[in-house]
């Protein structure tokens, strides 16, 4: 049980690492989106032992929808930083997709084992959404439940990824829960991506 957490945690620490380095570079204005990928790449992954794998892309359009308790909260990868990677820790392998606005007061993350590709249907194996940052701690957190059902941690669906300027298309959900408490309510989390490279 105490692995599986880890598990989760690691992952989600990861995505959130990347968006937030590569959401301090494109505040700098670099010209050079490339230049902004390999550098955030580079820098978010490296620092933790990492090893980074192809297919990591920060969106220089595109958008990131998600919802919940009817709510919908969209990233725009014009003004906000959208992430979408993969990453490989000796055995294990992950893709996600990682966002915070420009404004340094929402993000969220979600992950799943394996690697991305097209047309497909994944198991999520990490998610997290925070609101309203402050020096010590997020304001508000959902986190990934382990309460939902062994089964029921939810899917990343992929339609398209990684063709022509597409970097990922398709839809989510997942169930959230604001803290780790067995008898603590849990929603629902449904969202889309339509990322692109510029």
Not at 50 to 76: M, Q, R, W
Not at 117 to 125: D, E, F, L, Q, T
Not at 138 to 149: C, K, R, S, V
Not at 176 to 189: Q, T
Request: charged share 20%.
């Amino acid at each position: 049980m105490n692995s599986i957490r880890f598990t989760k945690w690691f992952v989600s620490f990861i995505l959130l690492l990347s968006v937030m380095v590569s959401s301090c570079q494109k505040d700098e204005s670099v010209k050079d989106p490339a230049a902004v990928k390999q550098v955030a790449i580079s820098d978010s992954v490296s620092t933790v032992g990492i090893n980074n794998a192809p297919g990591n892309f920060l969106a220089g359009k595109g958008t990131l929808k998600v919802t919940i308790e009817d709510s919908t909260y969209t990233f725009n990868a014009a003004t906000d930083s959208i992430a979408f990677i993969n990453v490989h820790n000796g055995d294990n392998k992950y893709f996600g997709i990682t966002a915070i606005n420009k404004a340094h007061t929402m993000s969220f993350g979600i992950s799943s084992v394996g690697f991305a590709s097209s047309n497909v249907n994944s198991k999520v194996a990490g998610s997290q959404f925070l609101f309203g940052f402050d020096d010590k701690k997020p304001l508000l957190q959902y986190t990934l439940t382990q309460f939902a059902g062994q089964d029921d941690s939810g899917k990343i669906s992929i339609e398209k990824y990684n063709t022509e300027n597409e970097i990922a298309k398709g839809t989510f959900f997942t169930f959230l829960a604001k803290d780790d408490k067995p008898n603590s309510p849990f929603y629902r989390v449904e969202g889309s991506f339509d990322l692109q490279q510029k």
